[in-house]
């Protein structure tokens, strides 16, 4: 069936540069996507959101960015630090209620 | 954003044994509330979706009966694991649907990890 999918399971970056965790989605009815942060065992903590009709939103310190003609999904974070290492999930909503589905998640490891 | 706790965060039980874990909206109200497991180092698994009032729906391939789930009030879930076995020892997470922003946000538990010996 139809999944969301990404390119790297781990990222690793230096404190202080700019990261890009990927998505691909393969369903084109997806019209709302989220951003979930989960630090070792914890619950996901939401990010950041958007809609199918936007291709760019901006948040503290976070931007995703949509591109829908090839179904990719991106968060950009700035000047990464030590706290952001996590998991990354993005997770889409394709049907009338409020399901998510889950991305398999990219590891973002900062180096201090 | 949207409080919601989980308890208890960690049980270990016998096999056989029935666990419940409670998932609470702590302030908002939550008509819809998800349950989800994630095995170490994969993404989390949606079991079913629970509905304040009505049955559950579960996901193909979780057993109802095993995987009680109670959705009482507008602030209160509760998952029953029954008759646990070592392969049920997982990380639970529940998750209350708001809409917020852009859509139905949902916001996640701590999760409740369990050890079935």
């Known amino acids: 069936g139809e999944s969301v999918g990404l390119h790297l399971p781990t990222l690793s970056v230096q404190e202080g540069d700019n990261s890009i965790i990927n998505c691909a989605y393969s369903n084109s009815a997806s019209d709302y996507f989220i951003w979930y942060k989960q630090e070792s065992g914890k619950g996901p903590q939401f990010i950041i959101d958007i809609r199918s009709n936007m291709d760019k939103r901006q948040g503290q310190r976070v931007t995703v960015l949509l591109n829908k003609t090839v179904k990719h999904l991106s968060l950009q974070i700035a000047a990464t630090q030590p706290g952001d290492s996590a998991v990354y999930f993005c997770a889409e909503n394709f049907d009338a209620g409020n399901m998510l589905t889950f991305g398999g998640g990219t590891r973002l490891m900062v180096k201090p | 954003g949207a409080v919601v706790s989980q308890h208890p965060s960690r049980v270990i039980c016998k096999s056989g044994t029935s666990v419940k874990i409670e998932c609470r909206s702590l302030?908002?109200?939550?008509?819809?509330m998800f349950w989800y497991r994630q095995f170490p180092k994969q993404s989390l698994m949606l079991m079913a979706t629970s509905n304040e009032g009505s049955k559950a729906t579960y996901e193909q391939g979780v057993e109802k009966d095993k995987f009680l789930i109670n959705h009482a009030s507008l602030t209160l879930s509760t998952l029953t694991v029954t008759s646990a076995h070592p392969e049920d020892s997982s990380f639970y997470i529940c998750?209350?649907?708001?809409?917020?922003?852009?859509?139905?946000?949902?916001?996640f538990g701590p999760g409740t990890r369990l050890l079935v010996l």
């Open positions: 998750s209350a649907s708001i809409p917020q922003g852009l859509g139905e946000t949902q916001y």
């Open positions: 302030d908002f109200q939550a008509t819809t």
